[in-house]
């Protein structure tokens, strides 16, 4: 009922990582997380897609080809990594920075000709505190037919249901966008608190469902 695709990806970034702002977002880029610490250089991750007619095997093989290709940087097969959609496969880039020495973690998963690349980066030297709890988010990455289906309960889906209910609707022509600038308010402190569980892509989805409910009319 809230789906945004026929079966959308999802995973669950680190609890305390926040969305990204980006001023030129990638068109492959689906979305962005960082973490609050940090200085110059935070700790982050995204999810990407790119349309592919290959194996996974093949598929990481032209990443390597193209990664050892760049100056100052190494890059190392980690091998197979159990996601909740599948097996994929875990590789690990450093390169040097004006930052210093990054590291990087990819996860790669393929379904139906389309490749999904979870990335995360941080300084060599934060990576060891941050790897399980990367890795963690990684091994969430599985595939659902809708927001609402990927929540637990029918009281979960129910309340959903209820809370989008009413986002296009409004009491008068005069008072619209006061009223979508109440909605959308009411929304972004509403979606985190009734499904904290639900992790911050989720959350991001939801919003953006809600949004285009909101600006429908």
Same mark, same amino acid.
């Given at each position: 009922m809230f789906s945004l695709l026929l079966a959308f990806p999802l995973f669950m970034p680190p609890s305390s990582w926040e969305v990204a702002q980006t001023k030129k977002p990638s068109s492959y880029v689906l979305v962005s997380f960082v973490s609050k610490d940090g200085n110059t250089f935070r700790p982050s991750m995204n999810l990407s897609t790119e349309e592919v007619d290959v194996s996974l095997k093949e598929y990481v093989k032209a990443v390597k080809e193209i990664n050892v290709k760049e100056p100052n !940087?190494?890059?190392?097969?980690?091998? !197979?990594?159990?996601?909740?959609? #599948?097996? @994929?496969?875990?590789?690990?880039?450093?390169? =040097?920075? +004006?930052? @210093?020495?990054?590291?990087?973690?990819? %996860?790669?998963?393929?379904?139906? =000709?389309? %490749?999904?690349?979870?990335?995360?980066?941080?300084?060599?030297?934060e990576m060891p505190a941050l790897?399980?709890?990367?890795?963690?988010?990684?091994?969430?990455?599985s595939f659902e037919d809708s927001l609402s289906g990927a929540l637990k309960s029918e009281k979960q889906q129910s309340r959903m249901k209820e809370m989008f209910s009413?986002? #296009?609707?409004?009491?008068?022509?005069?008072?619209?966008?006061?009223?979508?600038?109440?909605?959308?308010?009411?929304?972004?402190?509403?979606? +985190?608190?009734e499904f904290p569980e639900m992790g911050g892509y989720w959350h991001f989805l939801a919003l953006k469902e809600g949004l285009s409910k909101i600006n429908a009319q």
């Open positions: !940087t190494s890059w190392r097969d980690l091998g !197979t990594i159990d996601m909740k959609a #599948g097996q @994929g496969r875990l590789a690990e880039i450093s390169s =040097k920075t +004006p930052h @210093g020495e990054v590291k990087t973690l990819q %996860a790669f998963f393929i379904n139906k =000709k389309t %490749a999904y690349i979870l990335t995360a980066a941080s300084l060599k030297k790897q399980e709890l990367i890795l963690t988010a990684f091994r969430s990455f009413g986002l #296009g609707s409004f009491s008068s022509e005069s008072d619209r966008s006061l009223e979508r600038q109440k909605k959308w308010d009411r929304l972004q402190r509403d979606i +985190p608190t």
